[in-house]
């Protein structure tokens, strides 16, 4: 089964920190991830320099199949012309063709989402409703045993400490419509700072047995960390077993000049035969917060 590499939010321009971009580097070609995701904001201000010194970075990490998604530092804030006729014009050209890509791997899919927004809500992102719609027609053709992730770069949870984030407009409809079309997990950025845990945690939800996992990854190479992870870079590894998810949590360290694993999180793939029940009697270990 996949394991997948997720990084976020590099920021190249003058908040990229060379030392942490080198020391994701150095550990990327150890974790034998088969999947990388990027989870937005490539670049501080979406100018050219800073998207090539992005596509320099990306085409370093590991020849493997990638899925990366735009995030809001990657439209023009300040140049209005550009984001309201062609916001997307730098990125599509250096990072990416496709807004919301698609990347289909032996028994999972992961769903990309653009939720930036120009025109309407530059910091805090949208998913449309035709963006479900879309989502639920291309998640309807598969198998239902074929996992089914998502990623988009804002965040539809909001982490649960004390700054106190505004979700996504409408964030509670999008959870509630993955719910029904099977999704699993949820990855995103944004936050400048890692949350890992589930929807139910927030959202009531119709099914209170069939929530989402989320994942959030801090900035894995920017100065820009908040919260807890103030000055801070992490990333995730995902495992992806066929009764059990694993995310294990990355820091950077100054003293050493390296990523280190910190905590990590298992979550029972609910609905799978054999699930729970096989985890309780077969799993020694227990979900750690990081």
């Given at each position: 089964m996949p394991k997948i590499l997720h990084i976020s939010d590099l920021h190249f321009g003058p908040a990229y920190l060379p030392e942490a971009g080198e020391a994701l580097q150095a550990i990327a070609p150890s974790l034998d991830a088969n999947v990388i995701v990027i989870s937005g904001d490539f670049t501080q201000r979406a100018k050219r320099q800073q998207f090539e010194q992005a596509r320099r970075f990306v085409d370093r990490l590991p020849k493997v199949p990638m899925l990366l998604i735009p995030g809001n530092h990657d439209v023009p804030l300040y140049r209005v012309a550009e984001r309201w006729m062609r916001p997307h014009d730098l990125y599509r050209e250096l990072?990416?063709?496709?807004?919301?890509?698609?990347?289909?791997?032996?028994?999972?899919?992961?769903?990309?989402?653009?939720s930036t927004s120009p025109r309407r809500t530059i910091s805090n992102g949208r998913v449309h409703q035709d963006q479900l719609e879309r989502c639920a027609e291309l998640f309807a053709e598969l198998p239902p045993e074929t996992m089914r992730i998502v990623v988009a770069h804002h965040h539809f949870a909001p982490c649960p400490d004390y700054i106190h984030d505004r979700t996504m407009p409408k964030a509670r409809r999008a959870i509630d419509s993955f719910v029904e079309q099977g999704v699993e997990m949820i990855l995103g950025g944004h936050l400048h700072r890692s949350y890992i845990g589930n929807s139910l945690d927030f959202f009531p939800g119709t099914n209170r047995d069939r929530g989402i996992t989320i994942v959030q990854c801090g900035t894995t190479t920017s100065s820009r960390g908040r919260g807890r992870e103030r000055n801070e870079n992490t990333f995730n590894l995902i495992d992806?077993?066929?009764?059990?998810?694993?995310?294990i949590h990355y820091l950077y360290f100054e003293k050493t000049g390296k990523f280190a694993p910190i905590s990590q999180h298992l979550f029972p793939r609910m609905g799978r035969p054999g699930g729970p029940a096989h985890l309780a009697a077969a799993n020694p270990f227990t979900t750690t917060e990081s």
């Open positions: 990072i990416c063709p496709d807004l919301n890509p698609v990347l289909q791997l032996d028994g999972l899919v992961l769903l990309g989402i653009d992806v077993l066929p009764h059990l998810l694993t995310v």
